[in-house]
């Protein structure tokens, strides 16, 4: 669901299966964050705390919206532009 969402609005993540896990490998419970695209593109820590709120956000807004599971038309607008906006500064070819 969280991957889902964040794919969404741009943010690619893997689904993976925590320490300790109990239910099935095919049931993930996390999800993980690899940076080697964003540092290729010029990310520095700055950019890595501005995603990091965004995957925060985004979280939070799942969980208040309990059932329903999906990212609001809203945030997910909002966030999505930002990403974009924050992407053109680091194009991927210079």
């Known amino acids: 669901m969280v991957e889902a969402c964040l794919d ?11 320490p300790y896990e109990t239910l099935s490998p095919f049931v993930t419970s996390g999800i993980r964050l690899g940076s ?6 010029g990310f520095k820590e700055k950019e890595f705390e501005q ?19 999906e990212l609001s038309s809203s945030i997910a607008t909002k966030i999505s532009k930002e990403v974009t906006e924050l992407c ?5 070819y210079r």
């Open 8 to 18: 969404q609005v741009h943010i690619t993540v893997n689904k993976n299966t925590i």
């Open 36 to 41: 080697p695209a964003a540092t290729t593109r």
């Open 51 to 69: 995603i990091a709120l965004w995957i925060a956000e985004i979280c939070h807004s799942l969980k208040m919206q309990g059932e329903t599971k």
């Open 88 to 92: 053109s500064k680091f194009p991927i």
